[in-house]
């Protein structure tokens, strides 16, 4: 049973940093996306970056919005992944969702285009608040 537990929420003052981490269990593929996501009140869930894994190759994608800011990477040793995200801003004020799929896809490369349709696996959610 795959299990995606998020931590490192907070809240912090536009300009500053914070580390998300997604602790996973039960989940072992070969191929596979890993993904954050994002949910503010009254708006629908949207990527923020992607972690693909494919045939013998990776690669990572982004949110124009965020690309240059946030960096997504992943500790095999640990189960862990993480979501660096420096300059914030308020507009990035919003619950973040770890979640995985064990397809690989150009859509969690480059410029993120996955769809939360498209993972079958998701964490409960860490609360960012980002002040002005």
């Known amino acids: 049973q795959v299990q995606l537990v998020e931590s490192g929420g907070g809240s912090v003052q536009a300009g500053g940093s914070l580390r998300l981490s997604c602790a996973y269990s039960?989940?072992?593929?070969?191929?596979?996306?890993m993904a954050w996501f994002r949910q503010a009140p009254g708006k629908e869930r949207e990527g923020v970056a992607s972690?693909?894994?494919?045939?013998?190759?990776?690669?990572?994608g982004y949110a124009d919005s965020v690309k240059g800011r946030f960096a997504i990477s992943q500790d095999n040793v640990k189960n862990t992944m993480y979501l660096q995200m420096n300059s914030l801003k308020p507009e990035d004020t919003a619950m973040y969702y770890c979640?995985?799929?064990?397809?690989?896809?150009?859509?969690?490369?480059?410029?993120?285009?996955?769809?939360?349709?498209?993972?079958?696996?998701w964490g409960q959610g860490t609360q960012v608040t980002v002040s002005s």
């Open positions: 979640a995985a799929r064990s397809a690989w896809g150009y859509d969690c490369i480059g410029t993120m285009t996955a769809t939360p349709e498209s993972f079958a696996y």
């Open positions: 039960g989940y072992a593929y070969n191929r596979k996306c």
């Open positions: 972690f693909s894994v494919g045939a013998g190759s990776t690669g990572t």
